[in-house]
C-alpha cells in the first residue's frame, strides 16, 4: 500500500511570511495527525483529526497555526506568520481508527527553516 | 499529566552485539499503550514494537523485545543481534485511549561496525 504522502520535503521562509504543507494519508485512514518535532526532541502532537473533525488541537497555537481535512481525506497545515521558533520538521502521521492498539504511519515530514 | 522520559541520549553498540534502550513513563491510568519507535536519518518514524499494559508478557519483533515492568513504569527495548541498518533515533511513546500519544525525547543510537 503507498504510504503517507507529505509536500513539500524542504521549505525555507522569512519570519513573518506564510506557508502550507500538504498530506495525504494512506486510502482508508480515518485519523489523521499533524506533530511538530523540533531538532533533539520527540514528536510533539499539534491536531489531530477523525475524519473531517478535530478529536484534539489542545497543543495547536492558534493564533498564528491552522489546519484543515475538510473531506476527510487530505489535509493541510498552514503557519501565518511563521515565527524563528516554528523551525522544525512537521510530520503527518495517519491511522485506521482512534483506538491506541492501532499503529501510526508516518510521512517523510517537511522541514521547515525560518530565515 | 503523562510524561515519557528517554534517560539516554545517545547510546552505542557493536555490530552482533546486543544493547537495550531505556524508558520510563508517568501516568496515573491502567490501562494503555506503549511503543518504540525508530526514525533513521531519512525522517520516516517506524513502528518498532507495541505493548498494551494489560499484557504481562512482553512483546517480541524477531531481534527487538521488551522488558516492561509496569509497577516500575519502565519499558526498555532489547536489540538483539546488531545490525549496521539499527542506527538510528529511537522514540519512546506512550498512548491512553483515543487520545494523543506522547514521545519522549529519543536515544540515538550508533552501531559500530
Known amino acids: 500500500e503507498a504510504g503517507v504522502a507529505q509536500s513539500p520535503r524542504y521549505k525555507i521562509i522569512e519570519k513573518r511570511q506564510s506557508v502550507a504543507f500538504w498530506c495525504n494519508p494512506i486510502?482508508?485512514?480515518?485519523?489523521l495527525y499533524w506533530y511538530q518535532q523540533i531538532l533533539g526532541q520527540g514528536p510533539k502532537l499539534l491536531i489531530q483529526?477523525?475524519?473531517?473533525?478535530?478529536?484534539?488541537d489542545s497543543q495547536l497555537p492558534k493564533d498564528r497555526f491552522s489546519a484543515e481535512r475538510l473531506k476527510g481525506v487530505d489535509s493541510t497545515l498552514k503557519i501565518q506568520p511563521a515565527k524563528l521558533e516554528d523551525s522544525a520538521v512537521y510530520l503527518c502521521?495517519?491511522?485506521?481508527?482512534?483506538?491506541?492498539?492501532?499503529?501510526?504511519?508516518f510521512g517523510d515530514g517537511t522541514r521547515l527553516s525560518i530565515l | 499529566a503523562q510524561t515519557v522520559t528517554q534517560s539516554q541520549p545517545e547510546m552505542s553498540v557493536q555490530e552482533a552485539e546486543t544493547v537495550t534502550l531505556s524508558c520510563t513513563y508517568d501516568?496515573?491510568?491502567?490501562?494503555?499503550?506503549l511503543f518504540w519507535y525508530k526514525q533513521p536519518p531519512s525522517r520516516q518514524m517506524i513502528l518498532v514494537i507495541r505493548?498494551?499494559?494489560?499484557?504481562?508478557q512482553n512483546a517480541t519483533e524477531n531481534r527487538f523485545s521488551v522488558n516492561f515492568q509496569k509497577a516500575a513504569k519502565s519499558f526498555s527495548l532489547k536489540i538483539s543481534d546488531s545490525q549496521l541498518g539499527d542506527a538510528a533515533m529511537y522514540f519512546c511513546?506512550?498512548?491512553?485511549?483515543?487520545?494523543?500519544?506522547?514521545f519522549g525525547a529519543g536515544t540515538r543510537l550508533f552501531v559500530k561496525a
Open positions: 483529526f477523525q475524519n473531517n473533525g478535530v478529536v484534539d
Open positions: 486510502s482508508g485512514h480515518a485519523t
Open positions: 501516568t496515573s491510568e491502567s490501562d494503555y499503550y
Open positions: 505493548q498494551e499494559a494489560y499484557k504481562q
Open positions: 511513546a506512550y498512548r491512553l485511549g483515543g487520545f494523543k500519544t506522547i
Open positions: 502521521a495517519s491511522s485506521f481508527g482512534l483506538y491506541s492498539n492501532q499503529p501510526q504511519h
